[in-house]
């Protein structure tokens, strides 16, 4: 009998059997893998579509420039009400301005929602106006508009009433996402409740064509404000280019590898010492150190295709069930980070499959098969 078809045999029933023996221990390691596929891909991809999400409205808007107060974020949510509406006069009377609307940013602190206290008439201005599903413009103080997300979400509809704010608003109208905020409210409804009376947030800026002349123009005319154009905005509505991000992403990922580095050095070695036996016979019959540790990469390498697909059927079924239950929440699942996530699994698994590899390879057959 050939000896070599014979270890390849043996080699492959091992590889196999090894993954029966043991179920329990076996989808425990899977699951700890795909953990990290998990933890990756939901972190990165919940930063990236908030990001993206909150870039496609300020662009929604229709401005081509946006004026801050001084030290601001490009995050509106945390602009403060310090800027004179008196300036809207201003900045509308330079030649290259189009349309100016000013806006007063709140957050809904039960919800971490934004609400924009706006002039109805200058921020529709700015484009084509709102797209309206059913209802109309708000008419009353006490009226709102809700974007279509933001109904879905809380299953409103024109004519119901719901608490912004601490406030009961009437909903007058709702109207296709993507202009900047989930719920529109009076201007003048905004300030009185913030406090903030003939003061707003920040300012939309239309051009009649030259942008950066205006924003040239705009900073001799304010030069302590922070005044951007929306394509500076969008570039920098990127994970990449917020440094505080990158500490948060980076931690996840590299705990995502401490798990199925862990994970897979206790499963290989508790494995090499169950089927130490098994090694020495192999060994005996003439296998090579390189045949012993491709045994042991190839169970780590099925461990970590079946964590893998696992993941990524968590992934995405997590994905589905939150844009059902929280359709304002914008999750962006991008194709190279499923390639990054893939690759540190697999980097991190077969760092902690290579200790057990050696030590199976190195070890003596004699003594492993007196071993008991």
């Known amino acids: 009998?050939?000896?070599?078809?014979?270890?390849?045999?043996?080699?492959?029933?091992?590889?196999?059997?090894?993954?029966?023996?043991?179920?329990?221990?076996?989808?425990?390691?899977?699951?700890?893998?795909?953990?990290?596929?998990?933890?990756?891909?939901?972190?990165v991809?919940?930063?990236?579509?908030?990001?993206?999400?909150?870039?496609?409205?300020?662009?929604?808007?229709?401005?081509d420039i946006i004026v801050q107060p001084p030290n601001s974020s490009i995050f509106f949510a945390f602009s403060s009400a310090v800027m004179p509406e008196s300036l809207v006069d201003?900045?509308?009377?330079?030649?290259?301005?189009?349309?100016?609307?000013?806006?007063?940013?709140?957050?809904?602190?039960?919800?971490?929602?934004?609400?924009?206290g706006i002039d109805y008439g200058r921020f529709a201005g700015l484009s084509n106006g709102f797209t309206f599903l059913?209802?109309?413009?708000?008419?009353?103080?006490?009226?709102?508009m809700a974007d279509d997300l933001a109904a879905q979400s809380r299953k409103l509809g024109v004519g119901k009433t719901t608490t912004?704010?601490?406030?009961?608003?009437?909903?007058?109208?709702?109207?296709?996402?993507?202009?900047?905020?989930?719920?529109?409210?009076?201007?003048?409804?905004?300030?009185?409740?913030?406090?903030?009376d003939q003061r707003v947030s920040m300012f939309y800026v239309r051009s009649k064509g030259d942008t950066e002349t205006l924003r040239n123009e705009l900073v001799k005319l304010l030069p302590t404000f922070k005044i951007r154009s929306m394509a500076e905005f969008?570039?920098?509505?990127?994970?990449?280019?917020?440094p505080e991000l990158k500490p948060f992403i980076r931690s996840f990922i590299a705990l995502g590898v401490a798990i199925s580095f862990l994970v897979v050095l206790l499963t290989m070695y508790t494995l090499v010492l169950e089927h130490t036996r098994d090694i020495g016979i192999l060994k005996a019959l003439g296998s090579s150190r390189m045949e012993i540790c491709g045994m042991i990469?190839?169970?780590?390498?099925?461990m970590v295709a079946l964590g893998v697909a696992f993941g990524l059927l968590c992934t995405y079924s997590?994905?589905?069930?939150?844009?059902?239950?929280?359709?304002?929440?914008?999750?962006?699942?991008?194709?190279?980070?499923?390639?990054?996530?893939?690759?540190?699994?697999?980097?991190g698994a077969i760092a902690g499959a290579l200790y057990p590899a050696l030590r199976a390879a190195q070890s003596d057959p004699v003594e492993a098969l007196a071993y008991e």
Do not use: C
């Not at 304002?328 to 980070?337: F, K």
């Open 318 to 347: 997590v994905v589905a069930v939150l844009h059902r239950t929280s359709p304002t929440l914008q999750i962006a699942i991008e194709g190279a980070w499923i390639v990054r996530a893939i690759l540190l699994t697999l980097g």
């Open 297 to 302: 990469i190839g169970e780590t390498l099925v």
């Open 1 to 43: 009998m050939d000896e070599k078809p014979y270890k390849g045999f043996v080699i492959w029933h091992l590889l196999w059997s090894n993954l029966g023996m043991r179920p329990l221990r076996s989808a425990l390691s899977v699951l700890a893998l795909s953990l990290q596929v998990f933890l990756v891909l939901l972190t």
């Open 234 to 242: 969008s570039t920098l509505m990127t994970s990449a280019n917020l």
């Open 164 to 196: 912004l704010l601490d406030h009961e608003f009437r909903i007058s109208g709702i109207v296709m996402h993507g202009k900047g905020a989930r719920f529109f409210i009076p201007l003048k409804t905004a300030q009185d409740i913030a406090g903030a």
């Open 45 to 63: 991809g919940l930063t990236t579509g908030v990001l993206a999400d909150w870039r496609t409205r300020a662009e929604g808007v229709g401005a």
């Open 90 to 116: 201003k900045i509308a009377s330079l030649p290259g301005v189009d349309e100016v609307a000013p806006v007063l940013i709140i957050v809904d602190q039960h919800n971490l929602g934004v609400v924009y």
């Open 134 to 144: 059913s209802g109309g413009p708000f008419q009353q103080p006490n009226e709102a």
